[in-house]
T-cell receptor, first 115, second 109 residues
């Protein structure tokens, strides 16, 4: 079966711009989580969506936002990009809430470079 | 907040040798995960450990959980080159994963 699909795979943006990343979860999965991976901070939780509702958000500024559509696809948006936003952004999908299904499947990520 | 620490950060080992990666977490975690990540690739789930004393094995990898000590270990037996990757442990609490820093493993022929 198809896995978690993230698009685009690579992005280069300029400081001050905004960017939108997309995540298509595994068919039938209702939960999508987003994580930022950097060499300095490791993997950090951004937010989780379940049935179009954001259930919680990690410790990131308001420039980071997201949403989930009725087909469970999710987008995250970063406005007013900073150099420190350069990272690998990973999304993970779960059939149900992660605390219930216990499993989360990760996509290959979007590598964002801010110059 | 649940903090997860792994050690070592880097591990270089010879083929055929055994080694253990340690994962300590700061406070109660509902469950403990081990993931593998190859360069440029996604995170691949290896194990989910739920209860004290849980032990799971897959091939040359064995994971265990001691909730009283807040410690999980990933033991590698008779390492082979194919095991070279970065290994992450993560604590799960609610709908959130809290990842360790990762252990970069290189297996040398």
């Amino acid at each position: 079966k198809a896995g978690v699909t993230q698009t685009p795979r690579y992005l280069i943006k300029t400081r001050g711009q905004q960017v939108t990343l997309s995540c298509s979860p595994i068919s039938g999965h209702r939960s999508v989580s987003w994580y930022q991976q950097t060499p300095g901070q490791g993997l950090q939780f951004l937010f989780e969506y379940f049935s179009e509702t954001q259930r919680n958000k990690g410790n990131f500024p308001g420039r980071f936002s997201g949403r989930q559509f009725s087909n469970s696809r999710s987008e995250m948006n970063v406005s007013t990009l900073e150099l420190g936003d350069s990272a690998l952004y990973l999304c993970a999908s779960s059939k149900d809430a992660p605390e219930i299904t216990l499993e989360a499947f990760f996509g290959q990520g979007t590598r964002l470079t801010v110059v | 907040e649940l903090k997860v620490e792994q050690n070592p950060l880097f591990l270089s080992m010879q083929e055929g040798k055994n080694y253990t990666i340690y994962c300590n977490y700061s406070t109660t975690s509902d469950r403990l995960y081990w993931y593998r990540q190859d360069p440029g690739k996604s995170l691949e789930s290896l194990f989910v450990l739920l209860s004290n004393g849980a032990v799971k094995q897959e091939g040359r990898l064995m994971a265990s959980l001691d909730t009283k000590a807040r410690l999980s270990t990933l033991h590698i037996t008779a390492a082979v080159h194919d095991l070279s990757a970065t290994y992450f442990c993560a604590g799960g609490r609610g709908n959130q994963f809290y990842f360790g820093t990762g252990t970069s493993l290189t297996v040398i022929p």
